[in-house]
């Protein structure tokens, strides 16, 4: 395993369990539930539909962080997959669903397929470092 992998995987192993992983969901609650008059997209930051890109990221990075959280107590693959993505689905879900309630906000659909895409990415990502640990 390279030493960038080597390291990472250290740091996370000295963290208490899931507290990446919770952190990662507080940014995005708090992000995506912001109030509308709040969220202005920058003028020198030019690029159409962004706030689709970072929905993608933040989902394809807290995926991530949360299935290798729950690689510590559920050995088997299919198990972690459907249960990351399983909570993919029903954050994605949360958040768009309760904007309107919460943030004066209009739900987007799309906003909604760049989180599930992003769980998605985040899951393939984690397989393709390849830790060999799991089964």
């Known amino acids: 395993m ?5 390291s990472l995987s250290d740091l ?3 963290l208490p369990r899931y507290t990446i992983s919770l952190m990662g969901f507080a940014v995005i609650l708090t992000l995506c539930w912001l109030p509308a008059s709040t969220v202005q997209e920058p003028k020198w930051f030019d690029i159409p539909n962004a706030d ?3 929905h993608f ?7 991530f962080c949360l299935q290798w959280d ?3 107590q559920v050995k088997t693959r ?3 997959v459907l249960l990351v993505l399983s909570a993919g689905i ?3 879900l949360l958040t768009e669903l309760l904007q309107p309630v919460i943030s004066n906000r209009t739900s987007d659909l799309i906003d909604g397929f760049a989180d599930i895409s992003g769980t998605m990415a985040g899951l393939l990502l984690f397989r393709c470092f ?5 089964p």
């Open 2 to 6: 390279p030493q960038a992998i080597r």
């Open 12 to 14: 996370l192993n000295r």
């Open 52 to 54: 689709k890109a970072i």
């Open 57 to 63: 990221v933040l989902f394809c990075l807290w995926a």
């Open 70 to 72: 729950v690689t510590r």
């Open 78 to 80: 299919y198990k972690i």
């Open 90 to 92: 029903f954050t994605a």
């Open 130 to 134: 390849s830790f060999k640990d799991l």
